[in-house]
């Protein structure tokens, strides 16, 4: 078999989204497996929609996930753009209009428009009628479009990877536009000649480019090209069954991020979205380059669930070696109010551990961490039940027995038995007040390990400005 060589070719404008984030991974794995070539390509013709921002947001978003690729020896940067190659396309254009595979269109947007509508009114399949194929009478220099002419007999048949064999019929294929008016060319024109350029062997991408499969198979035959390996994958819809749009929550990959997903995360559960392999959820990076084949993707629409994805992202975290959750934390620490000159990343190292269990994202980590490095904290309505005045005594001897002992595990943990055994209460009964004291909140890792990793003199602290306002009766 000759080398796999696949493309990622997002257009650019906007972030990359999780339908496209999953395309890509996708052709990455299938490069990856078969020691191929995984090239990105970006396909910027429309530039009245292209920007050099989104084009960095879609090589950030890659990037994030962890989705290498490879340089075309055609490119001028690590990614083909595709407007470095108008010369090609127009030459090409030029070819196919001096063979009479394709022909000047003079028919005007507005003409065009109202024979969609008259179409659409007969409840007819809105097509180009191909009146100008033979037109004569106007001048090159009359503004006009060119169409391809496509072949109207017989079937165009589309093996699909994933599908299985798709049939067209020829004369549902339209005379396509590949050159604007402006002269720019079209989509369609443009993905064959950097396909067949770039030594495509496969095409995976979403189903819904499958309706441009046929127009684009007529134009590899007009060109005399090798026609590629098809894979259309299904879309991904969200709950309710719809196309995945913003109404079902974040739809771009970096909006993730933000919220304090993992990469390895997002990239596992979307990978299996719409891939199996037997019943097997969770996959190193490894792993998924080593199992993942076209034949294991499914042909029904994958559903995409937030809570599938929280609960993959909490074991995720779980299982991270402190250090490679650390840079990320730190930007989470910084967006709820913990500036990185506060912290000291060799105990934030230490206090990792200590949140591991109960942090489904970075985020709730963050908001779990932040009072370890704050000089003052607040405190919410839910500690206010343990800092009532019944609970000062219980303050002051936790003050008061504390002051003398190391704050170590085992010392502490003698301390309060002692205390509990004093006042004849339960350690929840001791230890709420105090956490509430020198947390602000009324859920944490382990008392003892709130207190070693906060230290004497920040515990202390809290406990008695606590002190002082209760004895004061202030609310």
């Not at 796999?4 to 984030?21: D, E, K, M, Q």
Request: charged letters at 30%; aromatic letters at 8%; proline letters at 5%.
């Amino acid at each position: 078999m000759s080398e796999i060589r696949v493309r990622f070719a997002p257009s650019p404008t906007g972030f990359l989204h999780i339908g496209g984030a999953r395309t890509a991974i996708f052709n990455w794995l299938y490069a990856r497996h078969h020691q191929g070539k995984f090239y990105l390509r970006i396909e910027d013709t429309d530039q009245s929609r292209s920007t050099d921002e989104a084009i960095e947001a879609i090589l950030d978003g890659m990037r994030w996930l962890g989705l290498d690729w490879d340089r075309w020896e055609g490119s001028k940067g690590d990614a083909l753009r595709q407007t470095e190659r108008f010369d090609l396309y127009r030459q090409k254009i030029s070819d196919l209009l001096e063979q009479e595979k394709a022909y000047r269109c003079y028919c005007t947007a507005d003409e065009l428009a109202e024979r969609r509508k008259v179409a659409m009114k007969a409840k007819q399949v809105p097509r180009y009628d191909g009146r100008c194929r033979d037109r004569t009478g106007l001048a090159p220099d009359h503004p006009y479009a060119i169409r391809f002419k496509a072949s109207k007999e017989g079937k165009i048949v589309v093996r699909d990877q994933v599908k299985g064999e798709v049939v067209f019929d020829s004369s549902t294929v339209d005379d396509l536009i590949i050159a604007r008016s402006d002269g720019s060319p079209t989509y369609n024109l443009c993905v064959v000649v950097d396909d067949v350029a770039m030594g495509i062997t496969h095409v995976i991408r979403g189903d819904d480019h499958l309706n441009n499969t046929p127009r684009q198979i007529q134009l590899y035959e007009a060109f005399g090209y090798p026609i590629p390996h098809f894979a259309h994958v299904p879309m991904i819809l969200g709950s309710d069954k719809a196309r995945l749009s913003k109404r079902h929550g974040a739809t771009a990959v970096q909006q993730y991020r933000d919220e304090g997903y993992l990469p390895e995360a997002m990239l596992n559960y979307l990978v299996r979205l719409g891939w199996s392999h037997k019943d097997q959820e969770i996959f190193t990076l490894e792993e998924l380059v080593e199992k993942f084949a076209l034949e294991d993707v499914g042909t029904s629409p994958a559903i995409f669930n937030p809570e599938k994805l929280l609960w993959l992202n909490a074991h995720y975290i779980k299982n991270a070696a402190p250090p490679h959750l650390v840079e990320s934390l730190l930007k989470q620490l910084n967006d709820v109010g913990v500036a990185k000159k506060r912290i000291n990343t060799e105990t934030l190292n230490r206090i990792i551990p200590a949140l591991q269990e109960r942090s489904r994202t970075l985020i709730e980590m963050a908001e779990s961490a932040a009072y370890f490095f704050l000089d003052e904290i607040e405190y919410d309505e839910k500690t206010q039940k343990f800092l009532k005045p019944e609970n000062l005594e219980i303050l002051k001897t936790v003050r008061k027995t504390l002051d003398d002992i190391p704050f170590e595990h085992d010392p502490l943990l003698e301390a309060l038995k002692g205390i509990c055994e004093t006042m004849g209460l339960k350690l929840a009964q001791v230890a709420q007040p105090i956490r509430a004291a020198i947390t602000g909140k009324v859920v944490s890792p382990g008392i003892f390990d709130v207190l070693m990793l906060l230290g004497k003199e920040k515990a202390f602290k809290r406990i008695d400005f606590q002190i002082e306002r209760l004895s004061k009766g202030e609310p």
